[in-house]
């Protein structure tokens, strides 16, 4: 079974920096395109970038030169670097695995921004 795992979050003031992570378990990752993606309530879980597993990434126009993902191929994790994180990136963070044949979420990490 296929599990994801997001750490990291937590209370930052604005103009400051987060890394979230994602563990995966299962033997999917390689093959799998990671994303990231935020939640606030009462809205649509909108996407925040993504990596595929040729390491081609692409990002929301609102955290361009701001988020940076990547990926650890030999651990098994993708990491979302959050820089000059501003009030509105508040939001649960859910990391997501795309592979042809399926789709998995994690449960989600709360970030906040605020002073």
């Known amino acids: 079974q296929v599990q994801l795992v997001e750490t990291g979050g937590g209370l930052v003031q604005p103009g400051g920096s987060l890394r979230l992570s994602c563990a995966t378990s299962g033997s999917i990752f390689r093959l799998a395109t990671m994303g990231w993606y935020r939640q606030t309530p009462g809205k649509q879980r909108d996407l925040v970038a993504k990596?595929?597993?040729?390491?081609?990434?692409n990002y929301a126009d609102s955290v361009k030169g701001r988020f940076t993902i990547s990926r650890a191929n030999a651990r098994n994790t993708a990491y979302l670097q959050m820089n000059s994180l501003k009030p509105e990136d508040t939001a649960v963070y859910y990391c997501?695995?795309?592979?042809?044949?399926?789709?998995?979420w994690g449960k989600g990490t709360l970030v906040t921004v605020s002073s």
């Open positions: 997501n695995a795309n592979t042809s044949r399926a789709n998995y």
């Open positions: 990596i595929t597993s040729r390491g081609v990434t």
